[in-house]
């Protein structure tokens, strides 16, 4: 079965914790409520400010990541560290999230519908039968979906946190405009002519030198 190539980067990553996690006492807590309230739903796996990384997101990432690296049979590391390192990665994500909302910053539908459009053409198929073709690999389309909408408005974020940084003085404008002064470029336009200088046959040697002369000035 020809598996979905998709824009979203899913590798993990080794950065160092940036919250405490609460996942464990949060979960027995949410346990020991629901024993006597209702059925558990879902866990927490970490509190995020004011967002919350859901175990099941967890437990999502951690499978698509494992068989991501099988496919290219690549080594796992053991499950408790790339459990680790997944989660490490979701609080990651949820706090530029936050970032991202805090700031405004939306992906528009006409957007994600072109990132959608380019997934589909990569795997050779219409994007009106991606549903299907992901439907196929267990991946719900509507999860699906959002996911590209997120990583799309964090990569708008970085975007900005990159051009936050980027400071250009007015004397670093001038020094480079000195320079494309003095430096050919590939970039300029040479209107070039073909002049004719006559020289009758039966010139004389100082007519000739004379006509070398003007060549030499034109």
């Known amino acids: 079965m020809r598996r979905i190539v998709t824009l979203v980067a899913l590798a993990a990553v080794t950065a160092g914790p940036l919250i405490a996690l609460q996942g ?8 020991r409520e629901l024993a006597t309230k209702g059925v558990l739903l879902d866990r927490v796996a970490a509190v995020v400010n004011d967002g919350v990384v859901l175990n099941s ?3 999502d990432q951690v499978t698509t990541i494992g068989e991501r690296l099988r496919a290219q049979k690549l080594e796992l590391p053991p499950q408790n560290v790339l459990r680790q390192q997944v989660l490490e990665r979701l609080v990651l994500q949820e706090i530029q999230a936050q970032r991202a909302n805090r ?3 939306k992906v528009p539908d006409e957007a994600l519908n072109s990132a959608l459009q380019e997934v589909a053409q ?3 198929i219409p994007l009106s039968q991606l549903p299907e073709a992901l439907q196929q690999q267990g991946i719900d389309y509507a999860s699906y979906r959002e996911e590209m909408r997120k990583e799309l408005t964090l990569g708008l974020l970085r975007q ?3 051009l936050q940084r980027i400071s250009i003085t007015p004397r670093e404008v001038d020094q480079f405009l000195a320079k494309q002064t003095n430096t050919p470029s590939e970039n300029n336009q040479y209107n070039v002519s073909h002049i004719l200088i ?6 004389t040697p100082e007519q000739l030198d ?6 030499a000035e034109v």
């Open 160 to 162: 900005r946190d990159v």
């Open 24 to 31: 464990q006492g949060v979960a027995r807590a949410q346990t």
């Open 103 to 105: 700031a405004g910053l």
């Open 122 to 124: 990569r795997n050779n």
């Open 210 to 215: 004379q006509a070398g002369k003007r060549a």
């Open 198 to 203: 006559a020289v009758g046959q039966t010139a």
């Open 57 to 59: 997101e967890l437990d």
